[in-house]
């Protein structure tokens, strides 16, 4: 499968790509190519989220499914993390990109969590991740999956998460992407918002939808 | 017709207010009440869009009508601009508030434009205003009309419109807000989305749906 990241020079879309790349052809999305490993199955795309929907479109064509883990540090929420995101939505569907999975923010579709623990400093950026989801999920006919983790950490992965989450946690960023690369093969996780932080459960179990 | 103007203190919301309490009963949204010109037909309500739905919710009982025409200026458009607006439509479904009228901004849901003359300086702004039209008109049922008007100037009205708009132009506050208050006397608005600016053709006749 052909698959696309978009933030690849981030610290989920790096990681991501290495472990994307023993089973797919991946694309490096991003504006800079400097720190993308060309390695086997690597190659780099350039993506700019600040262009129109036609531009960043011809970086999609024979993709199959994308990632988008791309986000601005709270440094352009409306540029990046909503705006952006949702033009590469657009781009998706129009190159027929059907599988699109989008790493969110724990409860970014429950305003009524929203002063909870670390979120009560977030509220600009759970708005932008709130109207991107929303829009993923109601205005496209992708074949989506929302992850919605805590706060991230650059912890060893356990392999083990929760996705019954009732407050937020914290994730191991290796457990994320495993998460992440896990939802790609699972195809029970598509239509789903899945919330997750650290846990007990192995992903493969946690991440199949409550009987 | 009891009709709620959130936004009240501002350039749009006050003159708005004066006009419509020849014919309504008015409430003056808004988080401060010592502008408000308590007079005949006119009382206020705090109204704080930082609030959460609920208490958004409270200061709307009654209401038959809402004018959404705040605005951060700049300031705080993902919690003002966006999410308070939105907070207000999901308040007036609540309490049955049926007709909604937002003041948008020339292109608001239309991207392609958004390079075009003072637009390019105001993205964020645009990114802001595109999703609250969007969330209004496909994840509502309220009976909308949005209003979007270019530039806002401090000039008389000429009670004369253009609706056709093809390019962004300036905008009489006094014509914006005469537009407004017709708006709700005229529901073949209903449903539709309205670019203006000054021009050539009387008001009432402007904003009825082309042949």
Redesign the interface.
């Known amino acids: 499968m052909k698959v696309l990241v978009i933030g690849a020079n981030g610290r989920v879309g790096s990681l991501l790509i290495e472990k994307l790349a023993s089973q797919h052809q991946v694309i490096a999305g991003s504006r800079h190519s400097k720190a993308i490993n060309n390695s086997y199955n690597v190659e780099h795309s350039y993506i700019n989220l600040l262009n ?2 036609n531009s960043i479109t011809e970086s999609m064509n024979g993709v199959d499914a994308v990632y988008f883990v791309s986000g601005s540090r709270g440094k352009n ?3 990046i993390d ?2 952006g995101a949702i033009k590469t939505m657009q781009a998706a569907e129009r190159v027929g990109a059907k599988r699109y999975i989008l790493l969110s923010s724990v409860f970014a579709l429950q ?2 969590h929203w002063k909870e623990s670390f979120l009560s400093d977030l ?2 950026y759970n ?2 991740k ?2 991107a989801d ?2 993923l999920s ?2 496209t006919q992708l074949d989506y999956t929302i992850l919605q983790p805590g706060a991230l950490k650059e912890e060893q992965g356990t392999g083990k998460i929760e996705t019954n989450v009732i407050s937020p946690g914290s994730n191991s960023i290796a457990n994320v992407v495993d998460t992440l690369v896990a939802i790609l093969a699972d195809d029970s996780t598509i239509g789903r918002v899945i919330l997750m932080h650290d846990g007990d459960t192995p992903i493969s179990e946690a991440i199949r939808p409550a009987e």
């Open positions: 129109d929907v929420l409306l540029q909503l705006h305003p009524e509220t600009d708005i932008a709130h109207y929303l829009y109601t205005q």
